[in-house]
């Protein structure tokens, strides 16, 4: 869950925050509804109420949100806001939103239910003709070359290589897990053209993401993988890109390459990518030929293969799979079947200790075990 320092973090992102606040600038009217979702620590919120939101609902089920109010006092602001500590799927409002804010990407757009929110806030949330922020991000990926990049990958087997064992294992989990760049990557790494290969429009339905491209070596290097970044269009001509060399919030996402590619100038990158819309299961192919068009290179990767798993756990995950509760799943049935108006925490936490199945555990696990259930599902 994001902290305040993080969110803190988010605002001070100058080219990310101008494009939004002139987006907010231009598409909030005087007298109009506004809904913030993911509204964080609020600076969205503040931004519509003071462009002359009648009203700004900001939803967000982080506990940050309850800085708002104290923000929005400190501004002037204070009656034009409204706090929803949930999620939007579980927000209903007394009259639809002109206009809905959202920014719910991790490092690139395909994270968690950031589509589904918005087609969901799209269809119930705004009112017809009203304004969605953003409109669309494109995905855009090229191929790199970073010797920091490479050793930061590789340290997950040299641990092992350093003491004499071998880690074929571990290096292929990590050469099938995508991961963020954490700001590693700079705009001269590129070693080819880069491409767009699939656009993502908010509100709609977007399905599994996928393209094909081909990309030529600018110069001669070593390739160790593919980045891939975004172009978000935030609203009409307001505009920013999150490609390598930019120093934003967002990162670049890396998909490493099995092996390193030693690449010509002219070697042409063909690649395949796909990744469903939560971001959690990508597959890329590369093939690389040479200007005459004789193959140097050719793999297949996905993240299936970079999170180890058993039969027993792909079993579970099968739609056809009939399940039974766990024993903790079982205690907590039993936690919240006790939650029902009469007992405090502290009460069904002492029950739940004294069953003869009682978990061996100390007591405060077991009351914290209570406290993120009430949490998670209380009223």
Do not use: C
């Not at 087609?119 to 990926?141: H, N, Q, S, T």
């Amino acid at each position: 869950m994001y902290s305040v320092l993080n969110y803190g973090h988010m605002a001070a992102d100058g080219v990310r925050m101008d494009a939004y606040a002139r987006a907010i600038e231009r598409a909030v009217k005087p007298g109009n509804v506004v809904l913030d979702i993911g509204a964080g620590t609020g600076i969205f919120t503040l931004l519509a109420a003071r462009a002359g939101a009648r009203r700004v609902h900001a939803v967000d089920p982080n506990p940050a949100v309850w800085l708002i109010p104290e923000l929005a006092r400190e501004n002037g602001l204070e009656g034009r806001v409204e706090i929803h500590h949930t999620s939007s799927y579980d927000l209903s409002l007394p009259e639809r939103a002109d206009v809905v804010i959202a920014d719910l990407r991790g490092s690139v757009p395909t994270h968690g239910d950031h589509f589904a929110v918005l087609r969901d806030a799209k269809a119930r949330l705004l009112a017809p003709g009203g304004v969605l922020i953003p409109e669309r991000d494109e995905l855009y990926v090229g191929a790199f070359e970073n010797d920091e990049v490479a050793a930061w990958l590789a340290r997950a087997s040299a641990g092992f290589e350093r003491r004499g064992w071998s880690a074929e294992a571990v290096r292929r989990s990590v050469s099938n897990t995508p991961v963020a760049d954490g700001g590693r990557l700079r705009a001269s790494d590129l070693l080819t053209t880069s491409a767009p290969w699939a656009t993502i429009v908010y509100g709609e339905e977007n399905g599994l993401l996928e393209g094909e491209v081909e990309l030529v070596a600018r110069r001669r290097g070593t390739a160790h993988g593919l980045a891939v970044w975004f172009e978000a269009t935030i609203l009409g001509d307001l505009r920013f890109s999150t490609e390598p060399g930019m120093a934003m919030v967002y990162s670049r996402f890396i998909l490493p390459l099995l092996d390193p590619i030693e690449l010509e100038h002219g070697d042409r990158v063909r690649l395949v990518l796909r990744v469903d819309e939560q971001g959690q299961r990508w597959a890329w192919e590369t093939a690389v030929a040479a200007e005459g068009g004789a193959t140097k290179a050719r793999a297949r990767q996905s993240s299936f293969f970079g999170m180890p798993t058993s039969p027993e756990a792909l079993l579970r995950g099968s739609s056809s799979f009939a399940p039974v509760p766990s024993p903790l799943g079982e205690r907590a049935r039993e936690i919240l079947a006790r939650m029902d108006g009469s007992r405090t925490v502290a009460e069904i936490a002492a029950e739940m200790a004294a069953r003869p199945d009682a978990p061996r555990q100390p007591g405060h696990a077991l009351l914290e075990e209570v406290r993120d259930l009430v949490a998670r599902y209380g009223r």
